[in-house]
């Protein structure tokens, strides 16, 4: 009998894919439920999964390697997709093929199955990701084959007895993990309708937040955040950490129009506080101690990254390359950034580190100044001599 390892969320669609796919393909369907941080999400969803008709679900805490392996290096090459949105969703989606795929060797499945719909970019990233780690695996979308509208899902699922949750009559599409929330759908697809309150769960209304703004100290030690406000906390807690008091001020609620790598362009909300925090405060490190030209170089990588990121390319020969030279930026990276929360608001305050390029004594007006000013005249003499020679041999023009 064939088998097949499915991801599994515990909602609706994936729980309708558990006998769908046994029916479909006569196989033993695995159910894989990866703990990305979530959070409540996965309460019972070994019982969910065993009560529709799995044969086995494995419930893997997966939060650590995703925080390390996966969060971290897009943070540290400055990963923002399209300049704004922190790429939750996307970063969670190799990590996941990566367990289908370990499952299924070790399950001895000859397919995957996950419940990404024909439209979007998770399936590309699915796919993609797990034919990258193994070039025979076949991927299965049922979502995507079964052609049924939401109504006749429902039915199908009333019919052979599969709980509907009551969230099924929310018309968003929702997605989470550690490093942040999506949600689409509904009225948010009219992209000059403003989002209504009722689907941001992480962040606080702007006009509910404090009257008094919050200061929030970030230590970063080679480009890893290491402390909140001098209490040093491994990377799952710290993010942890940060989305509550950036929740509590409203920071980190996102609205875009995006580019879609299956050609369309969708309005997305996005929630992530402690992605907006962290990026702010390490690319203001960053900028401190990397010397000009160099920034210049990954502030463009940092879109050729995020890009990458976004169209389900994590598992290439590019984007470890970058990882590497990413890396070699990061050994100065350390050093503390104060930031001001308020009102959704986050913005820097205060930096430092042991290995600022900037100086005081250089940049000051005052008293101290140690910055050569004779040298300055020849400097420019010689920096303006090819503009004023194209100058002065502009064509047409009087010489
Ligand atoms: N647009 C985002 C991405 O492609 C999120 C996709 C999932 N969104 C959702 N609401 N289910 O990464």
Redesign the pocket.
């Known amino acids: 009998m064939e088998r097949i390892v499915l991801a599994y969320s515990g909602g609706l669609d994936t729980s309708v894919a558990i006998p769908w796919l046994a029916e479909k393909y006569q196989a033993e369907i695995v159910a894989v439920t990866l703990d990305l941080g979530q959070g409540k999400e996965l309460d019972d969803v070994r019982e969910r999964a065993m009560s529709v008709g799995a044969v086995r679900c494995h419930v893997l805490d997966v939060r650590a390697e995703f925080a390390e392996q996966y969060v971290l290096p897009s943070l540290q090459a400055g990963a923002l997709?399209e300049g704004q949105?922190p790429?939750?969703?996307?970063l969670g989606r190799p990590l996941i093929a990566k367990r289908l795929v370990e499952i299924a060797k070790m399950e001895s499945a000859g397919a995957i199955a996950h419940g990404c719909t024909g439209k979007?970019?998770?399936q590309v990233r699915i796919d993609v990701s797990a034919r990258a780690l193994n070039r025979a695996i076949r991927v299965v979308g049922p979502a995507r084959e079964w052609g049924m509208s939401r109504p006749a899902e429902i039915a199908y699922a009333r019919e052979r007895g599969i709980p509907v949750p009551a969230t099924v009559d929310s018309p968003?599409?929702?997605?989470s993990n550690l490093w942040g929330r999506?949600?689409?759908?509904g009225v948010l697809e009219d992209p000059w309708t403003e989002p209504p309150e009722e689907v941001y769960t992480l962040t606080k209304s702007p006009a509910d937040t404090p009257d008094a703004p919050a200061h929030v100290e970030l230590d970063f030690e080679q480009g890893v955040p290491t402390a909140v406000n001098g209490v040093a906390m491994p990377l799952v807690e710290l993010i942890g950490s940060l989305e509550t008091i950036a929740g509590a001020h409203g920071v980190g609620r996102i609205d875009m129009v995006?580019n879609?790598?299956v050609g369309i362009k969708?309005r997305?909300i996005?929630e992530a506080p402690a992605a907006v925090m962290l990026h702010t405060a390490h690319r203001e490190l960053e900028t401190l101690v990397t010397p000009r030209d160099l920034e210049r170089i990954k502030r463009r990588l940092s879109c050729e990254y995020a890009d990458l990121v976004?169209n389900g390319l994590w598992f290439t020969p590019t984007r470890r390359a970058i990882d590497k030279l990413v890396a070699d930026v990061q050994q100065r990276v350390t050093g503390s950034v104060r930031l001001k929360l308020f009102k959704g608001a986050c913005w820097v305050v205060g930096r430092k580190s042991p290995y600022a390029l900037y100086e005081e004594a250089l940049a000051t007006y005052d008293e101290g100044d140690q910055f050569d000013h004779s040298a300055a005249e020849g400097f420019i003499k010689i920096w303006g001599l090819p503009v004023e020679l194209a100058a002065a041999k502009q064509p047409g023009a009087d010489v």
């Open positions: 997709y949105y790429l939750a969703t996307a979007g970019n998770d968003y599409s929702t997605d999506s949600i689409e759908c995006e879609r790598l969708s997305e996005y976004y």
